[in-house]
């Protein structure tokens, strides 16, 4: 099962971060911008994808989901995510500067949305204390 490892003390050693977005080169540098951080990456293409990879068992701590994807868009996987019982924190990007497309991303079921692009200081406000440093 992918996620989070606890070492001796109970501190988290290892973060696993899902990377949802259409573009290969979004995804190339969130990935770039994540194991900077000494984030464990896993991505995927679209919503269903996402969907897929926990129906199969598989967890992440965090997961950043694009809005708009082809196959199943964002705030769909998001209520599917949620449906399923996903715990994980889910931050929501996009492009789109409209409050109100990000008001109704996040009443899919997001944790917080956030504009392109992301940098390392945004990544960093959504990892627990023990990583942010």
Do not use: W
């Not at 984030?39 to 965090?62: M, P, R, T, W």
């Not at 409050?99 to 692009?117: M, T, W, Y």
């Amino acid at each position: 099962m992918v996620g989070g490892e606890v070492n001796s003390d109970g501190g988290k050693t290892d973060l696993h971060v899902l990377v949802v977005d259409d573009s290969t080169v979004v995804r190339m540098v969130h990935r770039m911008l994540m194991t900077s951080l000494g984030l464990k990456v896993q991505e995927a293409k679209n919503g269903k994808e996402a969907v897929d990879l926990h129906i199969n068992g598989a967890y992440f701590d965090l997961i950043f989901m694009d809005m708009e994807m082809p196959i199943m868009n964002g705030p769909t996987a998001t209520r599917e995510l949620r449906a399923m019982g996903v715990k994980s924190n889910i931050v929501g990007v996009t492009s789109c500067t409209f409050e109100s497309a990000h008001k109704d991303f996040i009443e899919a079921g997001l944790n917080h949305c956030v504009s392109k692009p992301l940098t390392i200081a945004m990544i960093s406000s959504f990892l627990p204390d023990s990583n942010n440093k």
